[in-house]
T-cell receptor, first 112, second 113 residues
Framework: DAKTTQPTSMDCAEGRAANLPCNHS???????VYWYRQIHSQGPQYIIH???NNETNEMASLIITEDRKSSTLILPHATLRDTAVYYC?????????????FGTGTRLQVTL | KAGVTQTPRYLIKTRGQQVTLSCSPI?????VSWYQQTPGQGLQFLFE???????NKGNFPGRFSGRQFSNSRSEMNVSTLELGDSALYLC????????????FGSGTRLTVV
């Protein structure tokens, strides 16, 4: 699986957009970008995924650059409950399950 | 739809003992994966089961083993516990052939004393 690089930590004011970057310069053509987050002492939670087009769901938006070497997760209006560690993962879709490889993630702190 | 259920939530064991953790996936999910999370090593993949067969295995010693039953429920076993096995053990299930992500349980917090 391709390796990802994320900043160790970020701060965001409540109500503002949180933009979390991820570098995946060695991504292969069949690999998807997934984002998960983990709130303290809970299991990771799936947020969003994409291949090459930008994606949006009720939780977040995912912007993938045209060359697919980097992406940004956007939480449009961050709240205190969005404080968590955010993981960017790339993995191929094989039609069957395959393991997720978690890096160190970005610790997002949302403040008043 | 019920989520991924892991039991027990908390467990305290003594060095040298063995332990069995249980995971019930979301109904219809045939893939179950296990992860170990420690402050020092982060989230590390243990193994993955699909239709009762182990498909992938992480870099853990043979003391860590698992199995999956015909109803997709899975168990993992750790024998001869060491202090370093203290961790949050997470189980995740996935729908076959789905592009969507894994759904994780809340984990079992194992403390070895």
């Amino acid at each position: 699986d391709a390796k990802t690089t994320q900043p160790t930590s970020m701060d965001c004011a409540e109500g503002r957009a949180a933009n979390l970057p991820c570098n995946h310069s060695t991504i292969s053509g069949n690999e998807y970008v997934y984002w998960y987050r983990q709130i303290h002492s809970q299991g990771p939670q799936y947020i969003i995924h994409g291949l090459k087009n930008n994606e949006t769901n009720e939780m977040a938006s995912l912007i993938i650059t045209e060359d697919r070497k980097s992406s940004t997760l956007i939480l449009p209006h961050a709240t205190l409950r969005d404080t968590a560690v955010y993981y960017c993962i790339v993995r191929p879709f094989t039609g069957t399950a395959s393991k997720l490889t978690f890096g160190t993630g970005t610790r997002l702190q949302v403040t008043l | 739809k019920a989520g991924v259920t892991q039991t027990p939530r908390y467990l305290i064991k003594t060095r040298g003992q063995q332990v069995t953790l249980s995971c019930s996936p979301i109904s219809g999910h045939r893939s179950v994966s296990w992860y170990q999370q420690t402050p020092g090593q982060g989230l590390q993949f243990l193994f993955e089961y699909f239709s009762e067969t182990q498909r992938n295995k992480g870099n853990f010693p043979g003391r860590f083993s698992g199995r999956q039953f015909s109803n997709s429920r899975s168990e993992m076993n750790v024998s001869t516990l060491e202090l370093g096995d203290s961790a949050l053990y997470l189980c995740a299930s996935s729908e076959t052939g789905s592009n969507y992500g894994y759904t994780f349980g809340s984990g079992t917090r194992l403390t070895v004393v």
